[in-house]
């Protein structure tokens, strides 16, 4: 158990929908980081928030928003869902922000969304 | 562009060494970890390596050429728990703000 807490574990919607994905830090971790898993294109970066504060953009869809709340939680909300959106979505934390040794990231367990 | 390529897959005898090659292309270099994952499951931080040479840790040992642009994570005395899914992943940039871009996986499997 890394600590990371995510929900919820699945969602299943249909297309043109709007969901949101909930993220809760490791105690103490101020950065959040979020990425989606398909089967085709791996894990990929989509945002990252340090102490409320965006940090960095991947390949994040317009549709697709995020945010990190004062008490640390974040929230990843996609909208006008399509078919293709249907991944494993992880939310990670570490304890501040940058890639360095000792501010490693710890993933959750992650949400599966499934698009119908 | 940034690329990130890893074998596909390999198959290792139980009580082996096996090594997992990365090769990276990234717009500048803050670092390269190596994560673990079994299927449906969540990635778990293995090493981190920045500097040039070996970083050990128990059955697990990274390696970096920085200047190769090259990884390899070396697992000792498999075990089948090993199965799992590898990915090498590089911080990129010239300022270092966490983001990870990753490489497709090295599916492992462990053979008795």
């Known amino acids: 158990d890394s600590g990371v807490t995510q929900t919820p574990k699945h969602l299943i919607t249909a297309t043109g929908q709007r969901v949101t994905l909930r993220c809760s830090p490791r105690?103490?971790?101020?950065?959040v980081y979020w990425y989606q898993q398909s089967l085709d294109q791996g894990l990929q970066f989509l945002i990252h928030?340090?102490?409320?504060?965006?940090?960095a953009k991947g390949n994040i869809l317009e549709r697709f928003s995020a945010q990190q709340f004062p008490d640390l939680h974040s929230e990843l909300n996609l909208s006008s869902l399509e078919l293709g959106d249907s991944a494993l979505y992880f939310c990670?934390?570490?304890?501040?922000?940058?890639?360095?040794?000792?501010?490693?990231?710890?993933f959750g367990p992650g949400t599966r969304l499934t698009v119908l | 562009g940034q690329n990130i390529d890893q074998p596909t897959e390999m198959t290792a005898t139980e009580g082996a060494i096996v090594q997992i090659n990365c090769t990276y292309q990234?717009?500048?270099?803050?670092?390269l970890f190596w994560y673990q994952q079994h299927a449906g499951e969540a990635p778990t931080f293995l090493s981190y390596?920045?500097?040039?040479g070996l970083e050990e840790k128990g059955r697990f040992s990274s390696f970096l050429s920085r200047s190769k642009g090259y990884s390899y994570l070396l697992l000792k005395e498999l075990q089948m728990k090993d199965s799992a899914s590898y990915l090498c992943?590089?911080?990129?940039?010239?300022?270092?703000?966490?983001?990870?871009?990753f490489g497709q996986g090295t599916t492992l499997q462990v053979k008795p």
């Open positions: 105690s103490g971790d101020l950065s």
């Open positions: 990670a934390s570490s304890a501040q922000s940058g890639g360095w040794m000792g501010n490693e990231q710890f």
């Open positions: 990234t717009s500048g270099f803050n670092g």
């Open positions: 928030y340090y102490n409320g504060e965006e940090r």
């Open positions: 390596n920045v500097l040039d």
């Open positions: 992943a590089v911080s990129p940039g010239s300022s270092n703000t966490g983001k990870l871009i």
